[in-house]
């Protein structure tokens, strides 16, 4: 089955607006005409101004977070509510700094994603496992468990609306990217597990990112895999004369 690929950026926690905005407008530019889907995700405080830009393009607009409640007493946290008014169509969830960092669980992450979900957003959830788990022999039991935890209570229909961000946390920010061997056998693996709670025509349809250190000198070879469908890029999303080539490849 042929998919769609998937290209994404998540400029994390950089760029002023007027930053964001000089990209988003390269962007939409320059991937016009480009035959794959497209995503970037700004820090909140630019989402405004890259929706504006973005809007009615083949560019979508993503969040990088939402909170696991609809509204309320939650200082500091933005709702699905507030991520709606703004035209975001796309929320990334379950990233490894959230996970790690911020210590969110695979409990949260759920709520989160179904909350998502519910509201109409499409969800990129990131499974991932460290160097550590990676050593032990672990990669494939801690991304079966965060897949299936962060997909808990998500119906088949609902699936449609998910992208899988395989993410090894070794390889995000760090320069060293894994094998395209070493990364298909964990997207492939995903897909089974897919398969086997969905039904193998879900686990066609879904799309499997990687991200960690994608570049333009190595995107092709990623993509070249069976079941790698996309990339889910950091660093080299923060600029266009890296993410255009990355978007762009053939
Ligand atoms: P890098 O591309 O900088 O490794 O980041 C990957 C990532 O975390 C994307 O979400």
Known sequence: MSRQYFIAGNWKMHKTRAEAADLAKTLVLQLKDGKHKYLVAPSFTSLETVGAIVKDTNVLLGAQDVAAEEQGAHTG?????????????????????????????????NKKVKLALKHGFEVILCVGETLEEREAGQAEVVCESQTLWGLSGVSAIDLAKVTIAYE???????????????????????????????????????????????????????????????????????????????????
């Open 77 to 109: 946290e933005v709702s699905v509510l507030q991520l709606k008014d703004l035209g975001v169509q796309v929320v990334i969830l379950g990233h490894s700094e959230r996970r790690h960092t911020y210590k969110e669980d695979d409990a949260l992450i």
């Open 168 to 250: 090894p946390v070794w390889a995000i920010g760090t320069g060293k990217t894994a094998s395209p061997e070493d990364a298909e056998a964990i997207h492939a693996y995903i897909r089974k597990v897919i398969a086997r709670v969905y039904g193998e025509e879900s686990a066609q349809k879904l799309i499997i990112q990687y991200g960690g250190s994608v570049k333009p000198d190595n995107v092709a070879q990623l993509m070249a895999k069976e079941n790698i469908d996309g990339a889910l890029v950091g660093g080299a999303a923060l600029k266009s004369d890296t993410f255009v080539p990355i978007a762009q490849f053939s």
